[in-house]
């Protein structure tokens, strides 16, 4: 087996979420093996300045479209210079700047993208010519690209993500800002904690309607948003038509997730679409229990009534009863979360997420 000594991660995306920190948590995990890494991103993204936080080498790359000329040749600057063995790409403009500018640099470093969302049937030269292979988060999602018979199965590998459980573990005994303090201390009761960018497939206006119809039963419960994201304003409009201010915080972009995971009496995950999810493996992580979609990879990451509950998505009535049922039964409840605690930090550890990663990358 050869010897990997440099990788080049890209990501063109101006947000910062579960895949972007996954980026950061490989590269520093890489780069504490003796491997160097270094980060190609757009200027002034979340990413840069969560990179240059955690002293990441970054280059920075405009990656206006995936035919744009300056950032192709830019890219092909630097691998020339660089010559990484291998570019991780992880969103659609840089895979394909990366991808061209692979071939034009007068050696070819291994392709690699890491592919998190396939709503669609694929096109399969995406996967069978832009790059070497591809890195999908569940079974589920590696299926969904399969529904194309033409995509060469040989080039799809599932990649579980890896978590570094001990950072999560400090960070969860971090104070949460004032700001959020001072709202739960004047908001006292349950309370659901959601993490998650606030995009239409997390299901944050599905879950303000399950709220409404709680409210009555538990008049008491809070409802937390941890995220940013296109989908702030409608959110803040649901609220308001449904007249539920006093139960709903939207906290924004939020570095103590893991100690706000700690504060709820249940993390949920109302997704519609999930490839896998991060946060539920986090709550876990902590002990914490979780209310999940049935959707997508989380049946990958939570066994229902063993590790916690599953439930149909977009089904108002069986989330409602579902969420009232753990509240009510809260001692079963952390039992499924203790059970699923040992269970993630087996299958999710930042240590094999690596060890799989070379792996593939090496063959």
């Not at 692979?102 to 010519?129: E, F, K, M």
């Not at 949460?176 to 299901?203: D, I």
């Amino acid at each position: 087996m050869s010897v990997i000594e440099k990788i080049l991660f890209s990501e063109s995306s101006p947000n910062l979420g579960g895949q972007e920190l996954q980026l950061l948590q490989q590269m520093t995990a890489l780069r504490s093996r003796g491997i160097s890494v270094r980060l190609a991103c757009r200027p002034l993204s979340g990413i840069h300045h969560a990179a240059l936080e955690r002293s990441l080498d970054v280059e920075l790359v405009p990656f206006r479209n995936s035919l744009h000329i300056p950032s192709i040749y830019q890219v092909t600057k630097l691998l020339r210079r660089w010559q990484p063995a291998a570019i991780i790409s992880h969103s659609g403009h840089d895979a394909n700047v990366c991808g061209l500018a692979a071939r034009l640099a007068g050696y070819r470093p291994h392709l690699v993208r890491s592919r998190t969302y396939q709503h669609d049937i694929p096109h399969s030269w995406t996967y069978n010519w832009l790059a070497d292979m591809t890195l999908v988060p569940s079974r589920e999602m590696r299926e969904r690209i399969l529904q194309n018979p033409r995509v060469n199965p040989e080039r799809i590998h599932i990649l579980y993500p890896g978590l570094a459980f001990d950072e999560i573990a400090t960070k969860a005994q971090q104070p949460l800002p004032e700001t959020v303090e001072g709202w739960l201390a004047n908001h006292a009761g349950r309370l659901l904690v959601h993490a998650a960018m606030l995009r239409p497939e997390k299901g944050h206006l599905f879950m303000l309607d399950v709220l409404a119809h709680l409210l009555p039963d538990f008049p008491d419960l809070r409802y937390v948003i941890a995220g940013e994201g296109e989908m702030r304003k409608p959110i803040q409009e649901r609220v308001r038509t449904l007249k539920i201010e006093e139960h709903v915080l939207l906290t924004g972009m939020l570095q103590q997730v893991p100690a706000l995971l700690m504060r709820a009496d249940i993390v949920i995950m109302p997704s519609l679409i999930e490839p896998l999810g991060m946060a539920q493996i986090e709550a876990l992580s902590l002990g914490v229990p979780v209310v999940a979609s049935n959707v997508g990879g989380i049946p990958e990451t939570i066994t229902h009534q063993q590790t916690g509950l599953l439930v149909e998505p977009g089904n108002l009535q069986a989330w409602q009863d579902a969420i009232a049922w753990a509240l009510n039964h809260p001692q079963q409840m952390q039992q499924m979360a203790a059970a699923g605690k040992v269970d993630v930090m087996e299958k999710f550890s930042l240590d094999a997420n690596i060890e799989r990663l070379l792996k593939l990358i090496n063959n």
